[in-house]
């Protein structure tokens, strides 16, 4: 569905998400042993910071999601007709 550049990308970005959380949650139970908010403050933090690029992606924003690649196709064909 994707190039190999794309997957391998993604693949690699996800490892790095993995070895990082795995260096930084260590230190991160034990600074919440002593203030309840480091841990699950910063965990909340985070999912909101990454929710916010989410909302605010030109590809998503103010449009309908489809359900079905061939529904996109069709959409995307279908807008590509029509700009040019």
């Known amino acids: 569905m994707f ?10 970005i996800v490892r790095q998400a993995v070895t990082i959380s795995g260096v930084i949650s260590p230190a991160l139970i034990a600074a919440g042993k002593n203030v309840a908010f480091m841990s699950y403050g910063v965990f909340g933090l985070m999912i909101g910071f990454c929710g916010l690029f989410v909302v605010c992606l030109p590809e998503t924003k103010d449009d309908a999601l489809c359900d079905t690649m061939e529904e996109q196709e069709q959409k995307e064909s279908g807008a590509s007709t029509n700009g040019v």
């Open 3 to 12: 190039p190999t550049c794309v997957r391998n990308s993604a693949l690699s």
